[in-house]
């Protein structure tokens, strides 16, 4: 594959050979805890990692690998590790290069369940000061002699924020920090966050990378870029041996498996297969979020946010940023918790349900249910109020969503 093959191409072909036993087209479900080893020299060398091959799949399954080595394909890099949760991998990206006393400066836009870890990890003496995305004096005034890494969303979840992901890295850079970026919102499809200069991207691949609600799991990407300062990340000492691979090398050979943070196979096998149409239910959900966006941004007692729309204070960046759409994730605000439940309620086609990126469009109040943990002011700084209806858009046929949208509103009056 060159440089110039197109996104869908570039995804089906460029690291499928099929099963190299078999000749299977897709890499079969290797559902076996652990692997037989020929002599116990070559089970030695195994574990001095002195030898390709599998001995464990908390540490490692060929079904995990490929699919571990399609995400290096679509997020770049130079390694994948894949883990069993999106919330695994936030958890394992960071803890591989924290320790007590040290501080993440983080964007205030998140999803619910990073605040909750956030809070979580004071608990272990690592503080998180939060700022407002893109306000680079607050973020720059931010910094400590404790700060070890800053954290944003490509695109927040549920604020829909867009983060200007170049400026950050620059400024994280000149601070001598390292950027890890949460990509789940807005997916390789849209940007590559490693390209724009961020060390480290996270996605949960439950959500666009997976397609259809069928597993949870989530994965780590390494630029290999990030040059580890071996007093500031005291833990990568020993690593740096390993060039570009310092930081994969640390966390396969430490947190990653002492956490049993893996992914199942059989996860690693439905991702596989999810994944190739990742491009195609993209494109479409893109352009019917764009649709029902411009539709209900029409509709009297509403106020539509989407980064597609020419008023979103995020537009002019998306448009710099983004390629190819603007997400397939909206919200609106209709006035009330009782009309956004009543909407919620009347609406036929799309399923109540806590996730998004499914080929089905999805609602939620997430007021009420994923930031329950949260306070006010968590809230208000995520973008989460209690008129917020969040809509994750599907492959539906445009037309009966706005249908549907439309007699969900009609029944809801102001
Ligand atoms: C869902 C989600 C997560 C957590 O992923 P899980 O796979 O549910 O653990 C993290 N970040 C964002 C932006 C998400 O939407």
Same mark, same amino acid.
């Given at each position: 594959?060159? &440089?110039?093959?197109? @996104?869908?191409?570039?995804?089906?072909?460029?690291?499928?050979? !099929?099963?190299?036993?078999?000749?299977?087209?897709?890499?079969?479900?290797?559902?076996?805890?652990?692997?037989?080893?020929?002599?116990?020299?070559?089970?030695?060398?195994? @574990?001095?990692?002195?030898?390709?091959?599998?001995?464990?799949?908390?540490?490692?399954?060929?079904?995990?690998?490929?699919?571990?080595?399609?995400?290096?394909?679509?997020?770049?890099?130079?390694?994948?590790?894949?883990?069993?949760?999106?919330?695994?991998?936030?958890?394992?990206?960071?803890?591989?290069?924290?320790?007590?006393? *040290?501080?993440?400066i983080s964007s205030?836009s998140?999803?619910?369940?990073?605040? *909750?870890?956030?809070?979580?990890?004071?608990?272990?003496?690592?503080?998180?000061?939060?700022v407002k995305n893109n306000d680079w004096e607050q973020i720059e005034?931010s910094i400590?002699?404790?700060?070890?890494v800053f954290f944003a969303e490509t695109?927040g979840?549920?604020?829909?924020d867009v983060t200007d992901i170049r400026t950050l890295s620059e400024l994280a850079h000149k601070h001598?920090l390292p950027l890890i970026m949460d990509?789940?919102?807005?997916?390789?499809?849209?940007v590559?966050p490693l390209?724009l200069g961020a060390d480290?991207v996270?996605?949960?691949?439950?959500?666009?990378?997976?397609?259809?609600? *069928?597993?949870?799991?989530?994965?780590?990407?390494? %630029?290999?870029? @990030?040059?580890? *300062?071996?007093?500031?990340?005291?833990? /990568?000492?020993?690593?740096?041996? @390993?060039?570009?691979?310092?930081?994969?090398?640390?966390?396969?050979?430490?947190?990653?498996?002492?956490?049993?943070?893996?992914?199942?196979?059989?996860?690693?096998?439905?991702?596989?297969?999810? /994944?190739?149409?990742?491009?195609?239910? /993209?494109?479409? &959900?893109?352009?019917?979020?764009?649709?029902?966006?411009?539709?209900?941004?029409?509709?009297?007692?509403?106020?539509?946010?989407?980064? !597609?729309?020419?008023?979103?204070?995020?537009?002019?960046l998306?448009?710099?940023q983004?390629?190819?759409?603007?997400?397939?994730?909206?919200?609106?605000?209709?006035?009330?918790?009782?009309?956004?439940?009543?909407?919620?309620?009347?609406?036929?086609?799309? /399923?109540?349900?806590?996730?998004?990126?499914?080929?089905? %469009?999805?609602?939620?109040?997430? &007021?009420?249910?994923?930031?329950?943990?949260?306070?006010?002011?968590?809230?208000?700084?995520?973008?989460?109020?209690?008129?917020?209806?969040?809509?994750?858009?599907?492959?539906?046929?445009?037309?009966?969503?706005?249908?549907?949208?439309?007699?969900?509103?009609?029944?809801?009056?102001?």
């Amino acid at each position: 594959m060159t &440089e110039s093959t197109g @996104f869908n191409t570039s995804l089906l072909h460029s690291c499928i050979e !099929g099963d190299k036993s078999t000749g299977a087209t897709l890499t079969p479900i290797y559902q076996s805890s652990a692997f037989y080893q020929p002599s116990a020299s070559q089970h030695e060398k195994l @574990f001095h990692n002195q030898a390709p091959g599998y001995s464990y799949t908390r540490i490692g399954n060929p079904t995990i690998t490929a699919f571990e080595e399609r995400m290096t394909k679509l997020e770049g890099g130079v390694a994948s590790i894949a883990c069993a949760s999106g919330m695994a991998a936030l958890t394992n990206a960071l803890l591989n290069i924290l320790q007590a006393g *040290d501080e993440i400066i983080s964007s205030a836009s998140l999803y619910g369940g990073s605040i *909750d870890l956030f809070r979580d990890l004071e608990a272990f003496g690592i503080h998180t000061i939060y700022v407002k995305n893109n306000d680079w004096e607050q973020i720059e005034q931010s910094i400590t002699e404790k700060t070890r890494v800053f954290f944003a969303e490509t695109i927040g979840n549920p604020r829909l924020d867009v983060t200007d992901i170049r400026t950050l890295s620059e400024l994280a850079h000149k601070h001598g920090l390292p950027l890890i970026m949460d990509n789940t919102v807005a997916t390789a499809y849209l940007v590559k966050p490693l390209e724009l200069g961020a060390d480290v991207v996270i996605n949960s691949t439950s959500k666009y990378i997976n397609g259809h609600s *069928d597993a949870i799991s989530g994965v780590i990407n390494d %630029s290999g870029n @990030f040059t580890w *300062d071996a007093e500031k990340y005291p833990g /990568m000492k020993e690593y740096k041996k @390993f060039g570009k691979f310092a930081y994969t090398a640390k966390l396969r050979n430490g947190l990653f498996r002492n956490t049993g943070a893996c992914m199942a196979p059989q996860t690693a096998y439905y991702n596989l297969l999810g /994944m190739e149409t990742l491009g195609l239910r /993209m494109e479409r &959900e893109c352009e019917n979020a764009f649709k029902l966006a411009e539709y209900l941004d029409g509709i009297d007692g509403i106020e539509v946010n989407y980064p !597609g729309l020419e008023k979103s204070p995020w537009h002019q960046l998306a448009k710099k940023q983004l390629s190819r759409g603007f997400g397939a994730i909206l919200t609106i605000r209709v006035g009330s918790k009782e009309r956004a439940f009543s909407i919620i309620d009347n609406l036929k086609i799309p /399923m109540i349900v806590s996730n998004i990126g499914d080929t089905k %469009s999805l609602v939620i109040h997430p &007021e009420s249910t994923l930031n329950v943990h949260s306070t006010e002011e968590e809230k208000t700084n995520a973008g989460v109020f209690d008129d917020l209806i969040r809509i994750s858009v599907g492959i539906e046929d445009i037309e009966d969503l706005i249908a549907d949208f439309k007699q969900a509103i009609e029944k809801s009056p102001l």
